[in-house]
């Protein structure tokens, strides 16, 4: 079975303070790993994907396949940092997503 | 560019009466949407997925006769709550898929509708 377990529903950090969203999951296979974002008013929208590679607006995401989890990290957080964070993954070959319960990031000034 | 739009974005309406939620790829299309629901401080949950031109994929526990789903072009996809009751009160969220390339597994999301039932 495929699961995502995020284990913090709120994470408070100040700004300027690095900040670490963890992320564990549950998949036999090869997954494909993401992160989604959600801030205020706003709909769903992609952060990153562990396949790019790639930092986006100073966030990176390494898979760790031995430990089996995706954490987000920035070094140094911004007022606009906040917001809900979803971790996600798609199993091999799937369509479909599995979402974890969410993290509600606050940054405080 | 891939963006998905939702109509309607809120609708109240009477214990058991139908109501239809519509979710459009804007520019581009989708052979693949899917359909969640999310309750008040929680995560999305899969209710569905709908593939242009056959029957809709539900997850367990989501009642097909309850939830239908039409995907009948490759930028439309349907969700009818038929006989609603208060419970069905949520939020609905669609998303499309946009496939290609080695691992591209990317959805891109809807606004998303909120359903009261009165």
């Known amino acids: 079975a495929q699961r995502v377990t995020q284990p913090e529903k709120l994470l408070s950090v100040f700004k300027g303070a690095p900040v670490e969203l963890k992320c564990n999951y549950s998949?036999?296979?090869?997954?494909?790993l993401f992160w989604y974002v959600q801030y205020s008013r706003q709909r769903l929208q992609l952060l990153l994907r562990?396949?790019s590679r790639e930092s986006i607006k100073g966030f990176t995401a390494d898979l760790n396949k031995g430990e089996t989890s995706f954490h987000l990290k920035k070094p140094f957080a911004q007022e606009e940092d906040s917001a809900m964070y979803y971790c996600a993954l798609s199993g091999q070959g799937a369509q479909k997503l599995v979402f974890g319960q969410g993290t509600r990031l606050t940054i405080n000034p | 560019g891939a963006v998905v739009s939702q109509h309607p974005s809120r609708v109240i309406c009477k214990s058991g009466t139908s109501v239809k939620i519509e979710c459009r790829s804007l520019?581009?299309?989708?052979?693949?949407m899917f359909w969640y629901r999310q309750f008040p401080k929680q995560s999305l949950m899969l209710m569905a997925t709908s593939n242009e031109g056959s029957k809709a994929t539900y997850e367990q526990g989501v009642e097909k006769d309850k939830f239908l789903i039409n995907h009948a072009s490759l930028t439309l996809s349907t969700l009818t709550v038929t006989s609603a009751h208060p419970e069905d009160s949520s939020f609905y969220i669609c998303s499309a898929r946009l496939a290609g390339g080695t691992g591209r597994n990317e959805q891109f999301f809807g606004p998303g509708t909120r359903l009261t039932v009165l």
């Open positions: 562990h396949i």
């Open positions: 520019d581009f299309q989708a052979t693949t």
């Open positions: 998949y036999s296979g090869s997954p494909e």
